[in-house]
């Protein structure tokens, strides 16, 4: 096995559409999938938070991310991603750096890619001396207990462990820890269109 995390290019745009094929196949609709215009301007605006995940030659996964100051205002994926643009909201002097995607081919899941890639966005934080990681974090367990309990305390019982969360449980054994609930993040049935921010602040600062 030789899994690498390198920036991408504009060169990796088909292995990168082939990713999201197969992690968002139909009904999921293809415009929703990195276009290259998109691509191009991440790899323009903020390459170094432009990552891919190379498995023997092969692109296996894809991070991407952007420098923001942190303010701990309520925000929306469109919203802190210029709607995946990510050109007019990176802020080349942030405190912080912020995934705003994470895509792993079905076929490579559980082989440690996107703890991978999280590795690298931290290892990232840490070169620029940035003050933290942040992300929303998808809560697809959510709808199952939404008439048992709030947000807030479903979050609360996953981070205690008491609850599993496919997403946000993962986050939680990177080291990453819930900041705020953010409502109408993004369109997700699963998350009630919620999501939890969370953040992993950088140990050497």
Same mark, same amino acid.
């Given at each position: ?16 559409? !082939?990713?999201?094929? %197969?992690? *968002? +196949? ?6 929703? @999938? ?5 691509? !191009?301007?991440?790899? %323009?605006? *903020? +390459? ?6 190379? @498995? ?20 929306? @994926? ?34 440690g890619v996107a703890q991978a890639l999280y590795q690298a966005r931290k290892d990232l934080v840490v070169e620029m001396g940035l003050k933290r990681f942040l992300a929303g974090s998808r ?12 947000c807030a305390e479903y979050v609360r019982q996953v981070a205690e462990g008491r609850i599993y969360d496919r997403v946000l449980s993962f986050m939680i054994r990177q080291g990453l820890r ?28």
């Amino acid at each position: 096995m030789a899994l690498i995390i390198r920036q991408y290019t504009m060169d990796d745009f088909e292995g990168l559409l !082939a990713v999201q094929r %197969e992690a *968002f +196949p139909p009904p999921f609709p293809p415009e929703l @999938w990195w276009s290259r215009d998109q691509i !191009a301007a991440h790899v %323009e605006t *903020f +390459p170094q938070g432009a990552m891919v995940a190379e @498995w023997d030659g092969l692109i296996v996964g894809s991070a991407t991310a952007l420098l923001v100051k942190y303010d701990g205002k309520p925000h929306t @994926w469109a919203e802190v991603s210029d709607n995946g643009y990510i050109k007019n909201t990176h802020n080349p002097k942030g405190d912080s750096l912020y995934g705003i995607d994470v895509c792993v081919r079905p076929s490579f899941r559980g082989k440690g890619v996107a703890q991978a890639l999280y590795q690298a966005r931290k290892d990232l934080v840490v070169e620029m001396g940035l003050k933290r990681f942040l992300a929303g974090s998808r809560i697809p367990g959510f709808h199952q207990y939404a008439e048992q309990m709030s947000c807030a305390e479903y979050v609360r019982q996953v981070a205690e462990g008491r609850i599993y969360d496919r997403v946000l449980s993962f986050m939680i054994r990177q080291g990453l820890r819930p900041l705020q609930i953010l409502d109408d993040y993004l369109a997700d049935e699963e998350s009630l269109n919620k999501a939890v921010l969370v953040e992993w602040p950088n140990p050497k600062r």
